[in-house]
């Protein structure tokens, strides 16, 4: 047996594949278009392992993706490739409309004719997983109840609205083909590999560097961040034992102010690496002009996952943050890979006001 993931060589999709070889032996065929958020240094300690096969590609190339499926013939597809920068699709929102809709779209019928042939025992197995985001609910006012499954699609961003639609056409492909589907929708996560695009590896690595700390706004919108490895269980968890065609949100209970979050890893930071003129590295937080449509607060009621499935994240903030500042600290090898020409090019679009 076999599953066929995409966007294996991004920050969640990474973690996903490692963890996965390091659960079993089950190989994965790994099909990543390598934008500047797929790296294959973060696959570097499975390169030559036999479990696993890149494949440089596009979901949305469909004459390709139908012939590793017809090769693999895989159990499962695991889908995460997506363009996935909510600041990125507000600069340019045609990669997001490219590859989160039409991608989507041209991966789930590339699935459909794979698994409608398949023999009846392999076609009731099959799954196809679909990766999404709790941004597609929208934004909650600070006394409104979390996110469930039964929220109403209120996108209200490129990004979101790109999830949303690919999260539509998956439902319609149950419905009106059978498609055998599941759908996860996360809140954000953090850990190691993450890019330092976002907002944890991003303050990390900048408190490192001298610069300065841009927090958006007031600084008082809230996440509800999960551990990287707890989404990663959840997901193998909704795979080998979600009810197909159902949706469940994931998340770590963890809600938190931008501002709190940007402190915690000042301080872990003036714990771990002290800055040499003894200062606190909160001396480097600055506000900058807030985000254009800035949603307020995201968080998710994660029951259903827990009482159908039994799944609960194994780590608090406090450890998991630890840990992720810890793996920064000691990869800089990994930084340094990453901040290339294109993301230095990228920092001075987003903050030249900084
Ligand atoms: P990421 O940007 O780090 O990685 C995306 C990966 O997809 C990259 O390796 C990239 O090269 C690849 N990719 C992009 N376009 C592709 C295409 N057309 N064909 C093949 N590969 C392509 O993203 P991430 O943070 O790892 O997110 C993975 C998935 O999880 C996304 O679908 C995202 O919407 C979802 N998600 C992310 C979070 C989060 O906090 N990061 C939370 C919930 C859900
Ligand atoms: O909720 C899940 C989503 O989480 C995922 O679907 C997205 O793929 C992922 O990127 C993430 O989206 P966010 O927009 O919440 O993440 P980001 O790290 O960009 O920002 C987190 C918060 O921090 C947000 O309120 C904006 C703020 N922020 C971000 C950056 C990059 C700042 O204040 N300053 C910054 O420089």
Not at 150 to 172: C, F, G, I, Q, T
């Amino acid at each position: 047996m076999t599953i066929f993931v995409t966007g294996g060589a991004g920050f969640i999709g990474a973690n996903f594949v490692l963890d996965w070889l390091a659960h079993g032996d089950e190989p994965v065929v790994n099909l990543d278009k390598l934008t500047y958020a797929g790296n294959l240094h973060n696959l570097q300690s499975v390169q030559g392992d036999a479990r696993h096969l890149f494949v440089q590609g596009d979901i949305g190339d469909a004459a390709l993706v139908e012939r590793l499926l017809a090769e693999h013939r895989p159990r499962a597809i695991v889908n995460f490739a997506a363009e996935s920068h909510v600041d990125r699709s507000i600069h340019g929102p045609e990669d997001f409309i490219q590859t989160n809709v039409v991608g989507t779209f041209r991966l789930l019928e590339a699935a459909r004719h794979y698994w409608q042939a398949l023999p009846a025992t392999d076609k009731e197995a099959f799954r196809f997983l679909h990766v999404s985001t709790d941004e597609v609910y929208g934004t909650l006012a600070p006394s409104d109840p979390a996110f469930t499954e039964a929220h109403n699609y209120e996108p209200n961003s490129p990004y979101s609205a790109s999830k949303a639609a690919s999260d539509h056409l998956v439902r319609a492909w149950h419905h009106t083909y059978g498609l055998p589907v599941l759908t996860t929708n996360c809140s954000n996560n953090y850990g190691p590999l993450h890019f330092p695009e976002k907002l944890i590896p991003l303050m990390i690595v900048n408190a490192l560097a001298g610069k300065s700390l841009p927090v958006y706004g007031d600084g008082m919108q809230v996440r509800d961040w999960l551990y990287v490895k707890d989404h990663c269980s959840a997901i193998r968890r909704v795979l080998q034992a979600g009810r197909v065609g159902q949706t469940y949100n994931v998340g770590g209970w963890n809600e938190k102010p931008n501002i709190d979050i940007v402190k915690t890893v000042c301080a872990l930071l003036d714990e771990l690496r002290p800055r040499s003129d003894g200062h606190s590295y909160t001396q480097q937080i600055t506000y900058v002009q807030d985000r254009p449509g800035h949603d307020r607060r995201y968080a998710i009621d994660a029951r259903k996952i827990e009482r159908e499935l039994g799944w609960t994240p194994a780590e608090t903030f406090d450890t998991g943050i630890r840990k992720t500042v810890q793996w920064y600290l000691d990869n800089p090898g990994w930084v340094a890979n990453v901040q290339s020409g294109a993301y230095r090019d990228w920092l001075q679009k987003q903050y030249e006001q900084v």
